[in-house]
């Protein structure tokens, strides 16, 4: 590559969550104290630390080439920007987040409807103006520095949009959601231009193949185990797999090695019926990509 892609890390809450998920591709970035441009173990990538809530309008401007980003971000910027992948993932869950309106258990606002002339705060002003002037109800929508739930609580505002993944600080305050204004999860983003060069459109093509890899990684693990012959059709029946089980003699013997992927959650339930079906020796062990 003749220059380096430019590539944003989001500053804040997902950083931790974007540098695991990169070392766990096979990207080692170090953040070196209050430096905004982290060291990666790539000489073909420049990493810059950016907001999430910027980060478009730089890869749109061309100051990045590419960076990583919530939806919500892209909507809110109105962004032009050419979106290379979905990759769920937060510091919190693999689960996609949500934008939510929520108001005061005893509110009487029980509808959006019921929201006409009324004051809403939220960091998400633009797409919050978008989505009730497009369903022709008239709301007064103030911008939040923090402490959103708060400003309800207190009377400052009638309702909030805030951003949630498992509700319980909405719950911790005493709000209950009355709607859902749109699913939110973090995109790999790449500005027009740097898209359409064919070295930095290779190189970002591999940073998603391997990232969506970690991810799918995330929800599997491998098991290997020791089974007799007696009991092998038993067992390789039992198990789920990507495919098929592999299956291997062991040496000068009547047992058979046999291994397999299958998914975190029901391993607890696995293992054990496993055990009681003959198979003894099992291993579990982590992956780290899967493509």
């Keep these: 590559m003749t220059t380096p892609l ?9 950083q931790n969550a974007t540098i ?7 990207w080692k970035i170090n953040v070196n104290g209050r ?5 990666i173990n790539d000489d073909t990538i420049e990493c810059a630390l950016c907001r999430a809530q910027e980060m478009s309008r730089h890869v749109e ?9 919530g939806k919500d971000w892209i909507a ?8 290379i992948t979905d990759l769920i993932y937060s510091k919190v869950s693999a ?7 929520a108001v005061t258990h005893d509110s009487s606002i029980k509808t959006i409807e019921d929201l006409e002339g009324k004051k809403i705060s939220t960091e998400l002003v633009g797409f919050t103006k978008n989505y009730f002037s497009e369903r022709n109800i008239n709301v007064n929508v103030e911008f939040s520095w923090g402490a959103t739930e708060a400003k309800v609580v207190s009377g400052l505002a009638d309702a909030i949009v805030e951003v949630t993944e498992t509700e319980s600080t909405i719950k911790a305050h005493g709000l209950k959601i009355i709607h859902e204004l749109m699913e939110t999860y973090t995109q790999l983003i790449a500005n027009h231009e740097a898209w359409k060069n064919p070295q930095k ?8 193949l391997l990232l969506k890899g970690a991810l799918v990684a995330e929800k599997l693990v491998g098991l290997k185990m020791n089974v007799p012959e007696k009991y092998l059709e038993n067992i390789v029946s039992l198990l789920p797999s990507l495919n098929a089980p592999t299956v291997a003699p062991l040496y000068n013997s009547d047992w058979f090695s046999v291994e397999t992927v299958v998914d975190t959650s029901i391993v607890r339930d696995l293992i054990p019926t496993l055990l009681k079906h003959g198979a003894e020796g099992i ?9």
């Design 283 to 291: 291993i579990e062990y982590p992956l780290n990509k899967v493509v």
């Design 95 to 101: 689960r996609p987040a949500r934008w939510v309106l």
């Design 6 to 14: 430019k590539l944003g890390i989001p500053k804040g809450s997902l």
């Design 201 to 208: 459109r290779e190189k970002l093509e591999q940073i998603a």
């Design 76 to 83: 809110e910027n109105n962004s032009d920007v050419h979106v």
């Design 35 to 39: 430096s905004y441009f982290p060291e």
């Design 61 to 69: 401007n061309g100051t990045l080439d590419a960076g990583l980003t």
């Design 20 to 26: 695991d998920l990169f070392r766990r591709s096979g």
